[in-house]
């Protein structure tokens, strides 16, 4: 492992994690609590690694089988959520198996020039996905929340599909600079006079092109969304604020005329019109009642994974922009050990989409359990 670390983006926390926890007996013998501080950061890369990996990987396929059940796959929302649950898959079958490999391994998939240029292209063409799907998701809540009336033109699962391939073809060409500026780079290291191999960094003109990537990929991935995401949970907030109200007037409204019919008319002719002029007013309100509390219920579900996005994503960027982190003398090993931690809190947002969908949504839950259900059933008979 490389004892040393220049300035690096959040591409190269995907490419140096060999590189993020010192080694060495000396380095770690200089500060008891820097050598703590290690350890934990290694344990939280083994094992916590272990456990987003194992919950990733049996989750995003469930909430794949039950976005795709007749309940959700004739909304557009299903086909939004499908894809941000195939591209979190991807990412962590990608990236975080490969950070487990090399932290509990020692192997690293990357070890190859080639290898490498086509692992980190995947890993961030992925998250990229991910990240702008979750954007998609939510543009199309607000649409269908400020302009009811035009969400079936503006929003067809057509247009959803169309979307999503658009969003994986943007991410392959937004992050295609991989191949021809990342490689293996030979450093000096003037503490021990060796030459040490550093694997799949920039290898291409590094001041300038760090800088660049820094913010470029800052803004692409966190500042930009992050911002949308903000202003577009303002909107839907709004949005059901006011749909709530308007349905309690229209409540109110229908009481007030059912009040008026009864105590104008005869007592006989007073009851035939109360169940004409009731039962019509009430269902409707009950059918109301019913799309409002589902709108309630999809609206908090994306809320909720708006919120967990920001949480998991926006530091890691943030720390990457930072001053200390365009120092030619790098970030050292403590920068280095935070790094990781942030990057894999970045993977954690790609491993619990599927708690938060069952948290927030209780007709996901009730398909959870049917498709659990038919699984079992259908290994019990062919056991």
Not at 20 to 41: G, H, M, N, Y
Not at 75 to 97: F, N, P
Not at 136 to 153: F, L
Not at 261 to 274: F, V
Request: contains cysteine; charged residues 15%; glycine residues 4%.
């Amino acid at each position: 492992m490389a004892n040393t670390s220049s300035a690096s983006n959040v591409w190269q926390f995907y490419s140096n994690l060999s590189d993020k926890i010192p080694d060495s007996d000396s380095e770690r013998a200089v500060d008891p609590a820097l050598q703590t501080f290690l350890a934990a950061v290694s344990w939280v890369s083994v094992y916590y690694t272990m456990f987003l990996i194992v919950v990733g990987c049996v989750c995003n396929p469930l909430s794949i089988l039950v976005f795709s059940r007749p309940a959700f796959r004739d909304t557009t929302t299903s086909v939004y959520l499908r894809l941000l649950s195939v591209m979190d898959l991807a990412a962590i079958l990608c990236g975080l198996t490969r950070h487990f490999q090399r932290s509990a391994l020692d192997f690293d998939v990357r070890h190859g020039v080639v290898s490498c240029k086509i692992n980190l292209w995947l890993v961030l063409i992925f998250v990229y996905s991910s990240c702008w799907t979750l954007v998609a998701v939510t543009a199309e809540r607000v649409i269908s929340i400020m302009w009811p009336h035009r969400v079936k033109a503006w929003c067809s699962k057509v247009t959803a599909v169309l979307i999503g391939a658009l969003i994986i073809l943007a991410s392959a060409a937004v992050n295609s600079p991989v191949f021809p500026l990342y490689g293996h780079l030979e450093v000096f290291n003037p503490d021990t006079n060796d030459t040490m191999t550093r694997t799949c960094v920039v290898t291409q003109d590094r001041e300038y092109t760090l800088k660049l990537w820094f913010w470029a990929d800052a803004i692409n991935f966190a500042f930009v969304p992050c911002t949308l995401l903000i202003i577009f949970n303002f909107f839907i907030i709004r949005g059901v604020i006011k749909s709530r109200q308007r349905v309690q007037k229209v409540s109110v409204k229908r009481k007030k005329v059912s009040t008026i019919n009864t105590s104008t008319t005869s007592a006989e002719t007073t009851s035939s019109k109360d169940d004409e002029s009731t039962v019509g007013p009430q269902s409707k309100t009950g059918a109301n009642k019913a799309m409002s509390k589902r709108e309630t219920s999809i609206t908090i579900t994306l809320l909720a994974i708006n919120i967990t996005f920001i949480v998991c994503n926006f530091p890691v960027c943030a720390y990457q922009v930072g001053p200390h982190y365009q120092s030619k003398q790098g970030i050292g090993p403590h920068g280095d050990g935070i790094a990781t931690l942030l990057l894999i809190l970045m993977f954690t947002n790609n491993a619990l989409n599927f708690l938060l969908y069952c948290i927030t949504g209780s007709r996901f839950r009730r398909e959870v359990k049917l498709v659990i259900k038919e699984l079992v059933t259908c290994a019990w008979f062919r056991r």
